[in-house]
């Protein structure tokens, strides 16, 4: 039998929970998968094989189908740092309306190329955010966060109604002053009754939840090298650290 090479062992805390992640790099048999991903151009595709390394990497009890997408994305952003290199190569197009010789509006054609160290990205956390929302002075509603797998259910309806199905998927438990309502104790008609009879009001609130959630991103300045037009733009999304 040939030897075995030894395989370090990393670890990065879950945003979620605060707990600690054991992991292993990916080896050769996990960069076929990303190659066959890569080659296939489909997004969903992509997600699934990402969720599939991860359950072959993390050397922890973790329900990966389940973790809050945050999580997901900051899971797989370490992976990649460790298994491949931390240094990833981005390139930005500029997005400036610049005019032609002939006076016409036209996008900018520059563009500039940069290193990204993903070990240097971390999760942003919003001091203001909360799970656990008064939506008056009896009722009230506590929301878990939303996973890949439910927005990948929803990905071929508007966004409203996506809006509308993730946040009933997202209700943990409703709350009065005298009883919990666990979410997985009602029916589907029963939540979808619940969420037609909210307010704009009770949306609004609702909605800071989703827009506060924690992110995996960094900020960075962009010049354009050809018309000078300077923004600071948003890196995120794990389409930015894919193999």
């Known amino acids: 039998m040939l030897p075995k090479l030894d395989v370090p062992i990393y670890e990065v805390t879950l945003i979620s929970t605060g707990k600690p992640v054991r992991f292993r790099p990916f080896l050769v048999k996990e960069q076929k998968l990303f190659l066959m991903a890569a080659e296939s151009d489909d997004q969903k595709e992509t997600v ?15 329900d990966i189908d389940n973790l809050p997408t945050f999580d997901l994305e900051y899971l797989f952003m370490n992976l990649r740092a460790r298994s491949v ?32 160290n993903l070990l240097e990205v971390h999760p942003t956390k919003n001091p203001d955010h909360v799970n656990k929302i008064q939506l008056s002075d009896n009722l009230g509603i506590c929301l878990k966060y939303p996973t890949f797998e439910m927005i990948q259910k929803y990905e071929a309806m508007n966004e409203n109604d996506v809006m509308l199905n993730v946040l ?38 609702i909605k800071i939840f989703f827009d ?17 037009y300077e923004e600071d733009i948003e890196i995120k999304g794990m389409q930015n650290f894919f193999v």
């Open 48 to 62: 699934n094989v990402i969720r599939q390394v991860l359950k072959n990497c993390i050397l922890d009890e973790i």
């Open 168 to 205: 009933m998927d997202c209700v943990d438990y409703i709350y009065d002053k005298e009883q919990v309502y666990y979410s997985k104790d009602s029916t589907k008609e029963e939540l979808t009754d619940f969420i037609d009879n909210l307010q704009q009001g009770h949306l609004e609130k």
């Open 85 to 116: 290199e931390e240094i990833v190569d981005l390139k930005y197009k500029c997005n400036n309306t610049i005019k032609d010789e002939t006076g016409e509006d036209k996008k900018c054609s520059g563009s500039v190329e940069f290193k990204l």
């Open 212 to 228: 506060t959630m924690p992110e995996i991103k960094k900020d960075v300045h962009f010049k354009c090298p050809k018309c000078d």
